[in-house]
């Protein structure tokens, strides 16, 4: 079964940015979409961007523009660069994958993003 770590997170100014990562453990790009969700304190979790086997991206409204999406199939990791944070970026992000032909579903353990004002 695949485990997805997260990495990247931490403290930033509003306006700064920070790169997340997520390592997979194997390579799963090709059979699934990556994506990357977030949870405030009292808010549900929600979706922040994916990436497609074939590449395709999509991104929430809030963040386009300014969040960007990658991955590196040779080293089975996913990124997501933030720029422009803004306080309600804060949230614990979680890695996601999302398999194509079984509908399994896998988290990561999420890192904390906190932006300051």
């Known amino acids: 079964q695949v485990q997805l770590v997260e990495s990247g997170g931490g403290l930033v100014q509003s306006g700064g940015s920070l790169r997340l990562s997520c390592a997979a453990s194997?390579?799963?790009?090709?059979?699934?979409?990556m994506g990357w969700y977030r949870q405030a304190p009292g808010k549900q979790r929600e979706l922040v961007a994916l990436i497609s086997s074939v590449g395709m991206t999509n991104y929430a409204d809030s963040v386009k523009g300014r969040f960007t999406i990658s991955r590196d199939n040779a080293k089975n990791m996913v990124y997501l660069q933030m720029n422009s944070l803004k306080p309600e970026d804060t949230a614990v992000y979680y890695c996601n994958f999302r398999n194509l032909f079984n509908n399994g579903v896998t988290w990561g353990q999420g890192t904390q993003v906190t932006v300051s004002s």
């Open positions: 194997v390579n799963i790009f090709s059979i699934g979409t």
